[in-house]
């Protein structure tokens, strides 16, 4: 069963910082990997995908990375905001595409002016 | 616009009650999924459909049941059988293409009268 872990639970840093947020999983046989952002009482924004084939993925300030033989993906953002401040989710789908994604419990960003 | 809209945002149920949760896409999307989520953890997957008149139990059905009579609807209901309902509803949507990523309505708040 796909186990999904993200680390660290909570980040607080200061605005303009660059900044790792982890995630692991247990099965390294997915399909591909979304990463989602979170806002207080909303649903999620999607932020990046990358597919298994594929080692990284670029939006802007974003940057995710997929290292599937280890069962590990990072995202990466640079120059951080205080608009950044959010709780981002990892989810890799199983292998056999049903869009069954196994979500990790998120690390909670706050980005401090 | 297109996007996913799930109502009502709060609900309350009664004991013994079965309430259900509406949603409704315009993306042309042929999958779509609901999702609980827990203060604190990630989410999980109640059901899917990937296409109409099928769907598939996610990883916790028991207590729910879906329809999916349209293309652009997938209402879930929270039977009397669901004995700890409260909790945030998500509702997404996706092309089964696997190179999409989904997305996600704003979500319905369920509490316990």
């Known amino acids: 069963k796909q186990e999904v872990t993200q680390i660290p639970a909570a980040l607080s840093v200061p605005e303009g910082e660059n900044l790792v947020l982890n995630c692991s999983f247990t099965d390294s046989a997915i399909y591909n990997l979304q990463w989602f952002r979170q806002d207080p009482g909303k649903g999620l924004t999607s932020l990046l995908l990358?597919?298994?084939?594929?080692r990284e993925q670029t939006s802007g300030r974003l940057n995710a990375s997929l290292d599937k033989s280890s069962g590990r993906s990072t995202l990466y953002i640079a120059a951080s905001q205080p608009g950044d401040s959010a709780t981002y989710l990892c989810?890799?789908?199983?292998?056999?595409?049903?869009?069954?994604?196994?979500f990790g419990q998120g690390t909670t960003l706050q980005v401090k002016p | 616009d297109g996007g996913i809209t799930q109502s009502p945002k709060y609900l309350f149920r009664k004991e013994g009650q079965n309430v259900t949760l509406s949603c409704e896409q315009n993306l042309n999307h042929d999958a779509m999924y609901w999702y609980r989520q827990d203060p604190g953890q990630g989410l999980r997957l109640i059901y899917y459909?990937?296409?109409?008149?099928?769907?598939q139990k996610g990883d916790i059905a028991e207590g729910y049941s879906v329809s999916r009579e349209k293309k652009e609807s997938f209402p879930l209901t929270v039977t009397s059988a669901q004995k700890n309902p409260t909790a945030f509803y998500l509702c997404a949507s996706s092309s089964i293409a696997g190179d999409q990523p989904q997305h996600f309505g704003d979500g319905t708040r369920l509490s316990i009268l």
């Open positions: 989810a890799p789908d199983g292998s056999s595409n049903t869009g069954k994604l196994i």
């Open positions: 459909s990937q296409i109409v008149n099928d769907f």
């Open positions: 990358i597919q298994s084939s594929q």
